[in-house]
């Protein structure tokens, strides 16, 4: 089974300050990763996601992650955030054999302050 | 193809009575799952679809719970028997069968139960 920790609930950052939303996650085997994002009272939107091949994957909105296999993590990050990226992210993960289903963290709200 | 709808978007109800949400998935996808989010949480898997056939079901979806996809199209949750417990934003999500993809989600049904 997999697992994804956030560590941070909240992170509040300055408008077209940058941002780095962490994720780590636990698994026995290989996995794909996910970033969604979450607007107030709306489902879920994939950001981004890792399966294979170059480490540094880029989504929508500006947003990018790293897949680093030695630390087991996958953090977001974002060089300018904008007063419209303020929501819920969370991260996410199922096994790269890809039939299984996806677990997600407890995710981590961005708050950007004018 | 509109995306995953659901309805109703919002559902009050007394505790001890009974809920029915729908969704509707994208019409290419085969998957279909149902997920339930509590405030702060990340969304809990509660059950998947392979077109009609109920692939697998969570350890903590109580008896009350049940789901369905009789055609492989759309899906019903019903849950007996509401416990102010169940009160959460319930999730749809539809995808090809491998998860490479990611979801697909609808906006949710948000349930109170009172």
């Known amino acids: 089974a997999q697992s994804v920790t956030q560590l941070d609930s909240q992170v509040p950052v300055f408008e077209e300050a940058p941002v780095e939303l962490r994720c780590n996650y636990s698994s026995s085997v290989s996995v794909y990763l996910f970033w969604y994002v979450q607007y107030p009272n709306q489902g879920l939107q994939l950001l981004l996601k890792?399966?294979?091949?170059?480490?540094l994957v880029k989504g929508i909105n500006g947003f990018e992650a790293e897949f680093n296999k030695s630390q087991t993590s996958f953090h977001l990050r974002k060089p300018s955030v904008h007063i419209s990226d303020t929501a819920e992210y969370f991260c996410a993960v199922s096994d790269s054999g890809g039939y299984q289903k996806v677990t997600f963290g407890t995710g981590t709200k961005l708050q950007v302050i004018p | 193809d509109t995306g995953v709808s659901q309805d109703p978007r919002h559902k009050i109800t007394k505790r001890g009575q009974n809920v029915t949400f729908r969704c509707d998935p994208i019409s290419e996808h085969n998957r279909l799952y149902w997920y339930r989010q509590t405030l702060g949480q990340g969304p809990e898997f509660l059950t998947y679809?392979?077109?009609?056939?109920?692939?697998?079901k969570s350890r903590l979806l109580s008896d009350r719970f049940s789901a369905e996809r009789p055609k492989g199209s759309f899906s019903t949750l019903e849950i007996q028997r509401t416990e102010q417990g169940d009160s959460a934003m319930y999730l749809c999500?539809?995808?090809?069968?491998?998860?490479?993809?990611?979801?697909?989600f609808g906006s949710g049904t948000r349930l109170t139960v009172v």
């Open positions: 999500a539809s995808s090809f069968p491998r998860t490479a993809d990611g979801y697909t």
């Open positions: 890792y399966l294979s091949g170059s480490t």
């Open positions: 679809f392979q077109n009609e056939a109920q692939l697998e």
